[in-house]
């Protein structure tokens, strides 16, 4: 399961509380998450893959400039779709 979205919406904190983990988290318009990050998550026998990404939106004074962003968020995407995709 990859989320993204915007800096500050509450990706690494919703994965935080799957977890039960402490994730690192971004504050105000700058993000603390620069690669895409897997975290296991079980549930009822089932193994959930959730990988953390980058925020958008932080246009080029965050961490990580759109272009990055977005490059990374594709990277992630083409690499999950030659392991076999995403369900």
Not at 23 to 35: D, L, M, N, R, Y
Not at 56 to 77: F, H, I, P, Q, Y
């Amino acid at each position: 399961i990859v989320v993204f979205g915007q800096s500050g919406q509450g990706k690494s904190a919703m994965i935080s509380l799957l977890t039960g983990k402490t994730v690192p988290i971004g504050t105000h318009a700058i993000g603390e998450t620069f690669e895409s990050t897997p975290y296991v998550v079980m549930h009822n026998g089932i193994e959930y893959v959730f990988y953390d990404t980058c925020g958008l939106g932080e246009a080029d004074s965050g961490k990580v400039t759109s272009r990055e962003a977005l490059t990374n968020l594709m990277a992630l995407l083409s690499k999950l779709k030659k392991e076999g995709g995403v369900n």
